[in-house]
């Protein structure tokens, strides 16, 4: 976090630019990619009960 003022623009300029980087070198995020196996794994299951023949 960080504070300027409006006549800062090349701080500011300079702020946004580190910032990021930094988010850009954290890569995506983790819990993105486990949602969606999750997701994927539920609608497989889902999929698995509707196509089981009842006895």
Known sequence: MFHCS???????QEEVTRISKIIEKLGSNPMK???????????????????????
Not at 6 to 12: L, M, N, T, V, Y
Request: aromatic share 4%; net charge positive.
């Open 6 to 12: 409006a006549a800062e623009g090349q701080r500011f």
């Open 33 to 55: 990619e486990s949602i969606s196996l999750n997701n994927e794994k539920s609608k497989t299951q889902e999929k698995n009960k509707k196509t089981k023949p009842k006895e």
